[in-house]
């Protein structure tokens, strides 16, 4: 008898629970964004990409004509190595190898750099991002506000994309 009661008063504990558990759920305010397509639409995100295509422009050129000189040494090679001396073809393979390792070098420095700025000034337009998503919380009283790709379901007049897009090309 005494097991029964316990029972009983466990269930009504834990129904009681969910039941207030879901009151409180359904009190909050909820806001789905999708990030993706913020950071797709802005138009800070074409100007950043536009300027760092222009500060590195210089060392892409470097980039491209040393991998037009070595196709051309290599198809020089291949069309006249059999005309050519020994001496000539090894002093051919030593330039062409030469070519290739400064391409190497100069394009894994390429990729560091850039990537490490692109990554700043993205971190830069994420921050402007998550400061107009905090407003437009603030401003609608919103208590939770998801990524949308973390959200199976979400009514569509819960989104604040389009919001937080206005909101950020305003801003800078």
């Excluded at 073809?89 to 490490?116: M, S, V």
Aim: proline share 1%.
């Amino acid at each position: 008898m005494k097991k029964l009661i316990k029972s009983i008063v466990l269930a009504t504990t834990a129904s009681g629970f969910l039941l207030a558990s879901s009151a409180m759920a359904a009190d909050q305010k909820i806001a789905v964004v999708n990030f993706q397509e913020v950071m797709g639409k802005i138009p800070q995100t074409a100007a950043v990409m536009k300027s760092l295509e222009e500060e590195f422009k210089d060392e892409r050129a470097v980039l491209a004509q040393l991998e037009q000189d070595i196709k051309y040494h290599q198809e020089k090679k291949k069309r006249d190595g059999s005309l050519m001396s020994a001496k000539e073809i090894a002093d051919l393979d030593g330039k062409i190898g030469t070519l290739y390792q400064d391409y190497q070098i100069k394009g894994k420095a390429f990729q560091e750099t850039t990537g490490a700025r692109k990554n700043e000034e993205t971190n830069k337009i994420v921050a402007l991002v998550r400061q107009a998503i905090d407003n437009i919380a603030a401003k609608g009283d919103y208590d939770l506000v998801l990524e949308q790709s973390a959200v199976v379901y979400a009514k569509p007049d819960s989104t604040i994309t389009s919001e937080v897009v206005e909101k950020v090309s305003k801003l800078k």
